[in-house]
C-alpha cells in the first residue's frame, strides 16, 4: 500500500503543474480574444468620432470662398487691379480671416498671380507669388470650387485649401472666371484635440503620406517606404514641398479581422509597445483616418485571466488533495466508531440545547425588529406630513414673492398717472382743454397697461407663448423714455440714443418689453442721483440674427462681487424702503420668457451696462409680402 501510494504521489506531482500550465494558457488566449473585441470596438468608436469631428471641422468652411467671391468689393477691384488701391481689400480679407477663424484668404488674378491677401503685412506674404501649379487654382478657373492640402510655399505650414471661381461676367456661354478666391484653413487646432487623447491618430491620403498625425514625430512621413519614383513624382507636385518624407518604420505583428492588426514601430516614441490598428475612409477628401490603441489592456487582461485561472486551479487542487486526506481519515475513524458515536452523542444533545437557547433569541430578535418596523413607519408617515407642510410653506412663498413683484411693478406707471393727473387738473385751470385731453388719454393708456402688466405677472412661473407679436424696438425704447420724461429734465439728465435708421424688429411680447426697459431706466436713474452730469444711452443694434439693446449710465457701478447676485429675487443695494429688490429678478424671467436674456455689465469709464438680446425678426411689411408671394 505504501508502494502505491508513492506512485500517485509521483504522478500528481507530475500532472499538477501540467494542468496548470495549460488552463492559463487557454484562460490567457480566451481573454487576449475578448480584450481586443473590447478594445477594438473601443477604437472603432474612436475613430468614426474623430472622422466625424474632421470631416466637420473642414467642411464648416467650404461655403466661405464662394461667399468672398461675389463681394462687391472684390470683384470691382479684379476689374482693373493695377489702377486701384489694393490696401482696402487686403484689409478686408485680414478682417474677414479674423471673423471666420481662418488662417490665410487671399485672391488670385486668371494668370494665378496674387493680386490681395489678408497677410500682406507679413515678410511671407503670398502678394506676388504665382500659385497656377495648384490644382485648387486649375480647379477653380476652370469654374468649379476647388480643395487642396498640402504644405505651403511661403509659410511651409499644413493646411487646407478651398477655392471658389470670382465671375465678373457669367451670363456669356463662353465666360470663364477672372480671378479666383483661395481660403487656407490650418489644421494645428484638429491635432492639439487628437494629442489630449490616450490612443494616436493619424491621416494619410493616396500616397500613403501621413498628412496629419497627433505624434508629432509621426507628421510628414511616408506610412510605407517609398521607391524612388514615388519620391520624385510627389515631389514634382510640390504638394509636400522638399520634405524627405522617410518611412514611418510601422510593421505588422499579426491580423486580428478584416479591419484591425497588431502592429509595432521599428524606431521613435512609439516603440515601446505594440498597438491595435484601425483605419476609417473619408471619402468627402480622400483620405484614411488611423488610430493606434496600446495593447497594454490586452496584455493586462491576459495576466489578470491567467492569474485567476491559476488561483481557481489551486483552490481546486487543494479542494482535492483535502477530499483525498479526508477519505483517508474517515478509514481511520472506522476504527474508533464506538468512541466516535459517543462523542456524537454528546456533541447532539448540546446542539439540542445550542438550537433552543437560539431559538430564544430569534424569537426576541423578531419581536424587536417587528418594533423597529412600526417605528420605521411612524417616522415615514411624519415625513409625508413633513413633506406636505413644506410644500404648501413654498407655494405660500411663491404668491408672496408674485404679490411682492405687482406691487413693484405698478409703482412706476402709478407714478406717471398721478403726474399726469397733476398736468391734467393744471391745464383745466387753464382752460387748456385739449392738453388736458391728451394727459387723460396718457392715463387710459396707462391703466390698460397696469392691467396687462398684472395679467402678465401671474404667469411669470411658466412659460408663455401667448400674445406674440412682432415689436418695433426704436418704439418701445421711446415708449418707455415717455414714462420718465419729467424725471429726465427735472434731474437734467442728458439722453443719448444710438440705433440704426432701418427699424429693428424683434418677435416677443410688446407690454413685457417695455416693462423690463422702464425696470432698466428706472434703476440706470436712481444710480446716478449722486453724479453731478448724469447721462443715460440707449442703444440698439442687429448682430447677426440677434438684437442687442443696451441701457447705459455713468453713475458709480455696481461692485464686482455683487455682479452675480443682482437678477436674484428681493436682492437690492438700495437704502430700505426704496424698493423690493424685485425688478431685475422680474425682468431677468420674463426675457428667459421672450427667448432673449439680460446681462449686466460694468464699464471701464464708469457705470454699468444692462444689455438685452432677443432673436432678429422679419418685419411685418416682409412678412406679409412672402405671404402674398406664397
Known sequence: MKVSFLRWRHLWLVAAPLGLALCMWQASLIAREQALSSLQEEAENELRLSAANLNGYLLRYDYLPQMLATREGVQRFLTSPKSQDPMPLNLLLDRFRFTSGVSDVYLLDRHGDTIAASNWHRPNTFIGQNYAFRSYYSDAIAGGQGRFYGLGLQSQERGYYFSAPVWLDDTSPDARPDGVLVVKVLLKDVEESWAEQESTLFVTDNDNIIFLASQPELRMKALLPLSDEQRQTLHETRRYGQEPLPPSSIQMQAVHDNHSQVVTFQEGPLSDEHYLNLTREIPEFDWQMHILKPMRPVVSAQWMAALMVGGLYGIVALAGGIGWQRLRLRRERETFAERERQTLARVRDELEMSVERRTRDLVASNQRLSDEID???????NLRQTQDELIQAAKLAVLGQLA??????????????????????????????????ANLEQIIELTHRMADISAQLRQFSRKSSDHSETISVQACIDYALRLFHTRLRDDLVHVEQ?????????????VRLEQVLVNLISNALQAM??????????????????VVICVTDNGPGIPAHLLEQVFEPFFTTKAPGSGLGLGLSISSRIMDDLGGRLQATNLSTGGACFTITLPLAASPRATQEIQSDA
Open 375 to 381: 417605528e420605521r413607519r411612524r417616522a415615514e408617515a
Open 404 to 437: 411682492a413683484g405687482i406691487n413693484h411693478e405698478l409703482n412706476q406707471p402709478l407714478a406717471a398717472i398721478r403726474a399726469y393727473s397733476e398736468n391734467a387738473r393744471r391745464f383745466i385751470a387753464l382752460s387748456r382743454v385739449e392738453q388736458a385731453d
Open 498 to 510: 444710438r440705433w440704426p435708421d432701418e427699424t429693428l424688429w424683434v418677435k416677443g411680447d410688446l
Open 529 to 546: 442721483k449722486q453724479t453731478t452730469t448724469p447721462q443715460l444711452t440707449l442703444s440698439a443694434q442687429a448682430n447677426n440674427q440677434e
